[in-house]
Each structure stands twice: as C-alpha cells, then as structure tokens.
C-alpha cells in the first residue's frame, strides 16, 4: 500500500523567494516519486521524478527535489519563485515493481500563490 | 515519451445517460490508465487497462459504471454510466513509460452532469 501527504495545501510565497513544497509518503516497496504541475485548466505535466540512482533530481522551470529515504520525504523547491510558478503542485507515488507497478497515488495538491 | 488525445475535451450532460470518452496514444502501450479529478480534488485511479486482459479496477470504482475497453495497443475508451451530478469529473487517460519511470498523461475530458 502506499500514500502520498503533502504539507500545506496553500502555500504563498513572493517574487524571487525560495519555494519550498512538502510531500512525505508511504510505501511498502521501493517507490518511484513524482512532481506534476497543473495550470488552471490544463493537464497535468511532469516537473520531475526519481526512479534510481542520485537522490537529488533537478527537472523544468528550475525546480529540484531530494530524495530522502530516511525520512520518507520528496520535498520541492526552487530557488527563486516567478509569477509564471503560480499553479497546484501534485506529489504522486508509484511502487517500482509489483502488481501496482505505474500505479500512481497523487497527494492532495499544493496550490502556490506568487505575490509582486 | 508518448503524445495522449482524449476526445471529448468537455462535455454537459443529463443525468440517468452515458458518456464515452475515446484515449488515443500515438505509440503502442502496454499499461494504460484511467483517473478521475473531481472538482477540487486530487486525483484518483479509476482502473488499469491492458491490451488483452479484462482491465482492473481500483476500490470504489465498478465495472457497470465505469465499462473500459482496450482493443489494442494504441486506444482505450472509458464509459461513464448512468450519469449523476457527483460524476462532474476531470477524467484522465495516461500511460506508463516502462522503463523510463515516466507516466504520461491526456489533456483530460472535462464532464459536467446536469
């Protein structure tokens, strides 16, 4: 079984602030970790992912997260937030073998707001 | 990576009828999926649909209500039946990238039930 909790379904930064996105998960088998970005309207687009291999993934938009086994946690940032930044952000999960594997389990969603 | 058209890209329909949503992909699949977003929420696995097998459907979801069809590799449709308000959804095919670990996702069908 997995789960997906993402801290903060709001969140509101200013122009040129750190963004930072929490997601702590669940899994009982090794875990394929997910961010997608949804603008108002639209469909949902791959941010980043970690599969295997070095635990701190960079993906679009400038945006980084790290793995961390330990604390079971796939954190989001950015190093400086862009107006454009301005959409929900959705942790996901998927086991990396087995009978759900590509099965994905979304958290809540995190809605950021950028301030001028 | 793989390019996902859903049809219809929305529609408003009455309650008590039937909606097929068409998925097509532009590259053979094996594993394809089906979500629901309700409004405001997260989203939600409706079943798994494989080329060849009955597809499988997640807790809470039936297949009277939701019938799904795989004929091949490329295409998959999902019926919404017997249509109520509480089916106003954003419904949403993907696809697994296998070995890329990627899942790739349709602009979605947004439905309205009135």
């Known amino acids: 079984a997995q789960s997906v909790t993402q801290l903060g379904s709001h969140v509101s930064v200013s122009e040129g602030a750190l963004v930072l996105l929490r997601c702590n998960y669940s899994?009982?088998?090794?875990?394929?970790l997910f961010w997608y970005v949804q603008y108002p309207n639209q469909g949902l687009q791959l941010l980043l992912k970690y599969t295997t291999g070095a635990t701190l993934v960079k993906g679009i938009n400038g945006f980084e997260a790290e793995f961390k086994k330990s604390e079971t946690s796939f954190h989001l940032t950015k190093p400086s937030a862009h107006m454009s930044d301005a959409a929900e952000y959705f942790c996901a999960v998927s086991p990396a073998g087995g009978t759900s594997y590509g099965k994905l389990t979304f958290g809540q969603g995190t809605i950021l707001t950028v301030h001028p | 990576s793989a390019v996902i058209s859903q049809k219809p890209s929305r529609d408003i329909c009455q309650r008590g009828t039937s909606l097929t949503i068409q998925c097509q992909v532009d590259?053979?699949?094996?594993?394809m999926f089906w979500y629901r977003q309700q409004p405001g929420q997260s989203l939600t696995l409706i079943a798994t649909a494989n080329q060849g097998s009955e597809a499988t459907y997640e807790s809470g979801f039936v297949i009277d209500k939701f019938p799904i069809s795989r004929p091949n590799l490329t295409f998959s449709t999902l019926t919404v039946s017997n249509m109520s308000p509480e089916d106003s959804s954003i419904y949403l095919c993907?696809?697994?990238?296998?070995?890329?670990?990627?899942?790739?996702f349709g602009p979605g069908t947004r439905l309205t039930v009135t």
């Open positions: 590259s053979q699949v094996t594993m």
């Open positions: 993907s696809v697994w990238g296998g070995g890329s670990g990627e899942q790739y």
């Open positions: 899994s009982s088998v090794p875990p394929y």
